[in-house]
């Protein structure tokens, strides 16, 4: 008896030592509510702890003007609830509280630049009138393609929806496929519900368009080191990469083109507002030398 208490024993300690050194292998996991749950990013400040509803309406502030395209649409709580699917996967929630505050801003510059009806007397500035659209007003064309795995749906229109505009079926397949909702057969979605308006967008620049290329994320919060290629292309971490990454020879590679420009002073002026400053926009803000990651007439994308 006194063989089999000892056995015991030292099974007790094994047991222990292996779950200690398991314990410590695992990365460190947090759970912060509905806001963040799961994972190693939610032990760091989260979305609300940085950015809240007031800098929300500064950023935005004409969107529900009587004269924008969208009234009663856009709101803060839709982009938070759209966030929380991403903040555990690292979307701001990466890094300190700078590079947490630049990427929510990078992110929102983009948003800012595509959704707004600013114009160069637009009261307020053109800068103040993001979010004032959901929908592409005058589509040219019915965005369809059935060479794709995404078939068109008869009756459907692809034209830009969203907060990142999505255009053409075999994005609305892609992305509708990502979120687990049919975007494919209702794209219109994308114009009825702010907070899968907002997710598409973030499913967007939280994804690489293929292996071995960075996300717009991975850009922004320096998760992205550059190959001996890319630094030839001139492509580097920082904010033109994310133009890069979202629009490639659309608007980069260039020059200092007007679209890339108001992109990136949406971009700075949402800097100005949420309380860092344009000085901390980071290094390589434009990318108007850059070869583009996916050349369009090889390449396509979730926003063009």
Not at 14 to 25: D, G, N, Q, R, T
Not at 94 to 114: C, I, N, P, W, Y
Not at 243 to 272: A, E, F, K, V
Request: proline share 4%.
């Amino acid at each position: 008896m006194g063989k089999i208490r000892a056995w015991s024993a030292v099974l007790l300690v094994l047991v222990a030592a292996i779950a200690a050194a398991e314990a410590k292998s695992k990365p460190k996991v947090c759970n912060k509510g509905w806001e963040c749950s799961g994972s190693i990013y939610c032990c760091n400040e989260t979305i609300t702890d940085y950015f809240q509803v007031y800098q929300f309406e500064n950023l935005f502030s004409k969107r529900n003007s009587p004269v924008a395209h969208a009234v009663g649409f856009w709101d803060y709580q839709s982009f938070i609830t759209a966030a929380s699917v991403f903040e555990p996967l690292g979307f701001g929630t990466t890094g300190d509280k700078q590079t947490k505050m630049r990427e929510v801003a990078a992110f929102l510059g983009h948003v800012g630049s595509k959704t707004s009806c600013g114009y160069g007397v637009a009261t307020g500035g053109p800068l103040a009138w993001g979010l004032c659209y959901n929908h592409e007003m005058s589509p040219s064309q019915d965005y369809c393609d059935d060479n794709y795995l995404y078939k068109c749906t008869e009756g459907a229109q692809y034209y830009g929806r969203g907060a990142l505009p999505v255009y053409w079926n075999y994005n609305y397949g892609l992305i509708g496929d990502a979120l687990k909702v049919d975007l494919l057969n209702h794209p219109e979605y994308l114009e009825q519900n702010a907070t899968l308006a907002f997710q598409a967008a973030m499913w967007r620049w939280m994804t690489p368009m293929k292996k071995k290329q960075p996300s717009a994320h991975d850009a922004i919060v320096g998760n992205w080191k550059p190959s001996k290629n890319d630094t030839l292309s001139k492509r580097l971490p920082g904010f033109g990469l994310t133009i890069n990454i979202l629009y490639g020879d659309q608007i980069c590679g260039q020059g200092y083109i007007d679209p890339m420009n108001n992109i990136i002073s949406h971009y700075q002026y949402y800097l100005d507002l949420i309380g860092i400053g344009r000085q901390y926009s980071g290094d390589n803000v434009d990318c108007a030398e850059q070869v583009a990651f996916n050349p369009s007439y090889k390449a396509d994308t979730a926003t063009s």
